[in-house]
């Protein structure tokens, strides 16, 4: 795949890929060029068998600031409905693998709802969080009022959403909306290894589960419970289940196939 604002290192013996996006000088603004690239990036480490989890930065300035206001600002409704635009975020949305997003410096607007769309969040000291849409005119339009709201509640989202202010990797860690925070060199370090250890993980167990916990965000919590529990039953069909018991009891390592 030849990609212009997406890098890609498949590290084969962790089966982790790291994807990077690159285009720095514009603090990684979201142009659709980008997106398409990214959603092409994750759908083929989707479908890749040596990959269990992919990592997703930006570089230590920015993860990413938002969509690109340059292409956009001339934008009419109808430009954007025909566009559809969010087609590919849809799609990023749909990736089985976990995602980890690597967040150091700014991840605002797009950039914000890009980590939040993520599986887990692992910042650098000098990470920023923000929804500032708000000052030039607009809204989240990315997922922002409900995945940030679902994170860090409302009173929170709002004083976010509504001022457009940044919170700090700190007060992100507080209000739950990251995992942890490392120094600044260690970021992406730390990002692979929790992306390693789930890759040694059985594949189909935590794309399953990733699923099931996905599914909390959509329905009751009866309905969810009923999905949770096929899950756990379906999982006993896999070659996964029967060799991690069987390996438990009898004192060893396990060696998973994904199957
Ligand atoms: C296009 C952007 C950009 C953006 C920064 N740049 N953000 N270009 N779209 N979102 C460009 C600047 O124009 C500049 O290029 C270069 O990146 C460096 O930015 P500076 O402003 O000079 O850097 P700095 O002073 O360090 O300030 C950084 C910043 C600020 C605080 C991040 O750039 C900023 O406020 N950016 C806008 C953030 C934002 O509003 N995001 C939400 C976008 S709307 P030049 O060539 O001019 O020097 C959105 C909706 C999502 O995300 C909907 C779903 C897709």
């Given at each position: 795949m030849s990609m212009e604002f997406i890098l890609i290192n498949k590290d084969a013996a962790k089966f982790v890929a790291h994807i990077q996006l690159n285009r720095p000088k514009e603090l990684n603004a979201l142009n659709a060029q980008l997106m398409t690239e990214l959603r092409d990036a994750l759908q083929e480490m989707d479908t890749?068998?040596?990959?269990?989890a992919v990592v997703l930065s930006g570089n230590e300035k920015a993860f990413a600031v938002g969509a690109d206001i340059k292409e956009m600002a001339d934008k009419s409704t109808i430009d954007m409905y025909l566009e559809d635009k969010f087609s590919v975020w849809d799609a990023i949305r749909k990736i089985k693998k976990p995602i980890i997003a690597a967040v150091s410096g700014f991840a605002l607007g797009g950039g914000c709802e890009l980590a939040m769309m993520c599986d887990m969040i692992v910042a650098s000291e000098t990470a920023q969080f923000g929804q500032p849409e708000i000052k030039i005119g607009v809204m989240p339009g990315a997922g922002g009022t409900q995945r940030l709201t679902r994170a860090v509640g409302k009173v929170r989202a709002m004083e976010m959403i509504l001022t457009g202010k940044f919170i700090s990797a700190e007060e992100a860690l507080q209000a739950g909306l990251i995992n942890k925070i490392v120094p600044v060199e260690l970021y992406l370090e730390d990002a692979v290894k929790l992306a390693a250890e789930i890759a040694k993980m059985p594949s189909i167990a935590v794309r399953i589960a990733k699923e099931t916990v996905l599914k909390a965000f959509e329905t009751s919590l009866e309905e969810g419970l009923a999905f949770e529990r096929k899950n756990f039953y379906l999982l006993f069909s896999s070659e996964d289940q029967k060799e991690g018991m069987k390996a438990f009891i009898e004192k060893r390592k396990p060696e998973f196939e994904g199957r």
């Open positions: 890749d068998d040596t990959i269990h």
